[in-house]
């Protein structure tokens, strides 16, 4: 039988520190996704993104298992370094950015850019993406 907490605040174990639920439900991360392409497009680690769609250089889409209730959503990401993604350049600086297209409740597309190069594509291994909003 499943069992149900229900709670308007949380707090610590010294009755401190509290915290209201709508924060913690409303500020949590809905989306994250460690993955890669250099030598091939597969997720590291994931939680609730279910599937990747690698288009071409530079460009990915992360599918979710459970949609967002809106396209209204934040999202944010980074790539590793230089050196681990076979570039020469140490200096280089890498964006992650929305890939173009308009986000959609169950996936959304993102770019990796070698700003040091004339914003060229570039694939990289991991890109970590973590998104934020609220699940349908």
């Known amino acids: 039988m499943a069992s149900e907490l229900r709670v308007n605040t ?10 209201g639920m709508s924060y913690v439900a409303g500020g949590s991360a809905k989306v994250w996704c460690d993955y890669g392409t250099v030598s091939s497009s597969a997720i590291s680690d994931s ?6 769609t690698d288009h071409d250089t530079g460009t990915t889409t ?7 209730d809106n396209a209204n959503y ?6 590793d370094t230089a050196a681990d993604a076979n570039f020469t350049d140490l200096g ?13 409740t169950g996936s959304a597309k993102f770019g990796t850019s070698d700003t040091n ?5 570039a694939d990289f291994d991991p890109v970590m993406v973590v998104i934020h909003g609220d699940l349908a």
């Open 117 to 121: 190069n004339a914003n060229d594509k």
């Open 47 to 52: 939680f609730n993104a279910s599937s990747l």
């Open 62 to 68: 992360i599918n979710y298992t459970s949609s967002l």
């Open 92 to 104: 280089i600086v890498f964006l992650v950015t929305h890939g173009g297209d308009t986000r959609a």
């Open 74 to 79: 934040v999202a944010s990401g980074m790539t």
């Open 10 to 19: 949380l707090k610590d174990a010294s009755g401190n520190n509290s915290v």
